[in-house]
T-cell receptor, first 113, second 115 residues
């Protein structure tokens, strides 16, 4: 069966520090991968998606970047965090022919202080 | 642009009762998917149910069913025999079939099931 791992679960970082959140998927090949952000009490905003190694599309201009160095690995990064980067970050995957179903990781609560 | 609207920020229901959560969407596309996701206090997003727009039959998953009204662009979720474990945020979501990288979410409805 397929599983998705996301870490860390919580992270407290000072303003201006770098960020690296990692997500890996097991049990499937060539998945579509996504990074979402959820502001407190609100819906999900798509940040990045990837359809293959090295292929990253950004949905909104921001202080963040994403990379996909391996087929089932997706990394969210920042060189210098801003206060506005605080939020709950969710990684997700979908199969190419999965009928649109997204499967989410357990999320990372990022607090930038 | 595709938008998803959930007009009920919060709802509550007594255990064992039935509750319906509303969702409307706006699109010019004809071929798409609709979803309901559940986010319990653990914050794990869990797929509850999926509806394919070209199917007229409403999707059902055990105690969860939808009322899909394509012409009205309405997609409500009915939870029957509500259980305490149903307490969660519920998000309606929309995805154009030919663009499987772009799932749009509503703002969510916080459902509380009371004992």
């Amino acid at each position: 069966s397929q599983t998705i791992h996301q870490w860390p679960a919580t992270l407290v970082q000072p303003v201006g520090s770098p960020l690296s959140l990692e997500c890996t998927v097991e049990g499937t090949s060539n998945p579509n991968l996504y990074w979402y952000r959820q502001a407190a009490g609100r819906g999900l905003q798509l940040l990045f998606y990837s359809v293959g190694i090295g292929q990253i599309s950004s949905e909104v201009p921001q202080n963040l970047s994403a990379s996909r160095p391996q087929d089932r690995q997706f990394i969210l990064s920042s060189k210098k965090l801003l206060l506005s980067d605080s939020g709950f970050y969710l990684c997700a995957w979908s199969a190419r022919t999965g009928g649109g179903k997204l499967f989410f990781g357990s999320g990372t609560q990022l607090s930038v202080l | 642009a595709q938008t998803v609207t959930q007009s009920q920020p919060e709802m509550s229901v007594q255990e064992a009762e039935t509750v319906t959560l509303s969702c409307t969407y706006d699109t010019s596309e004809n071929n798409y998917y609709l979803f309901w996701y559940k986010q319990p206090p653990s914050r794990q997003m869990i797929l509850v149910i999926r509806q394919e727009a070209y199917k007229q039959q409403n999707a059902t998953e055990n105690r969860f069913s939808v009322n899909f009204q394509k012409a009205a662009k309405s997609f409500s979720l009915k939870i029957s025999d509500s259980q305490l474990g149903d307490t969660a945020m519920y998000f309606c979501a929309f995805m154009i079939r030919r663009r499987n990288n772009d799932m749009r979410f509503g703002a969510g409805t916080r459902l509380t099931v009371k004992p």
